[in-house]
């Protein structure tokens, strides 16, 4: 049963430090998003990439968020530094783009509190 | 500009009464809709979607939409609704045709609450 994974599950760090979140698409989709999701914002599409390729990352902060693909089996979403307004938990999702037909599938999430 | 609205934070329903939660959007061309429901502390889970063909469109559990080009919606029903289907729904369309990127365009979701 093929599924996103997403590590670690959940982060507790201090204002100021460096996080790094990992997500491992399903084999074979050619699309990967993060998300991120808040009470207040709801959900937000952060960044996404076509066949490891940065295609939007406008929903992002800049200054201090970078989303990666290094591989076609991992992509990478690092916060530095992180402020306690990054509080949320982040999606990963990935899937088939073949005409838009498909849909994406999530992984778990990765909860982020930063103190 | 391409949109997705949820008029309702939250609805309420008895439990084996039928359910509606309601989705309208708004984008140019032809649109790719998608229902995604979320149990707490877990991921979005694909319910239904529809692409083309009938309007009436069966997924998951039970659920079925009802694609209305003419009012721009896609609600989103269940003829008996179960205290297990108490999450949070989502609604998202994607553009279709050429230049399309993969993305979906999320509304701010729907509470469902179904009461024994």
């Known amino acids: 049963d093929a599924r996103v994974t997403q590590t670690p599950r959940h982060k507790v760090t201090e204002m100021g430090q460096e996080v790094t979140m990992r997500c491992q698409p399903i084999l074979g989709h050619n699309t990967v998003f993060w998300y991120r999701q808040t009470m207040m914002q709801g959900l937000e599409l952060l960044a996404y990439f076509r066949n490891r390729a940065p295609l939007d990352d406008s929903g992002m902060p800049k200054d201090r968020f970078s989303a990666e693909m290094p591989d076609a089996t991992l992509a990478t979403l690092k916060i530095q530094p992180s402020e306690p307004r990054d509080s949320a938990v982040y999606f990963c999702a990935s899937g088939l783009l073949a005409g838009a037909r498909n849909e994406q599938f999530f992984g778990p999430g990765t909860r982020l509190t930063v103190l | 500009a391409q949109s997705v609205a949820q008029p309702e934070d939250q609805v309420n329903v008895a439990e084996g009464n039928p359910l509606t939660v309601k989705c309208t959007y708004s984008?140019?061309?032809?649109?790719?809709l998608f229902w995604y429901v979320q149990y707490p502390n877990r991921g979005l889970q694909f319910l239904l979607k529809?692409?083309?063909?009938?309007?009436l469109v069966k997924g998951s559990y039970g659920f079925e939409a009802e694609f209305n080009k003419s009012q721009t919606s896609f609600h989103l029903k269940k003829p008996s609704a179960l205290v297990s289907d108490s999450a949070l729904y989502f609604c998202?369309?994607?553009?279709?045709?050429?230049?399309?990127?993969?993305?979906?365009?999320f509304g701010q979701g729907t509470t469902l609450q179904v009461k024994p």
């Open positions: 998202a369309v994607r553009f279709g045709g050429s230049g399309n990127t993969g993305k979906l365009i």
């Open positions: 984008v140019s061309g032809n649109p790719y």
């Open positions: 529809y692409i083309t063909g009938d309007n």
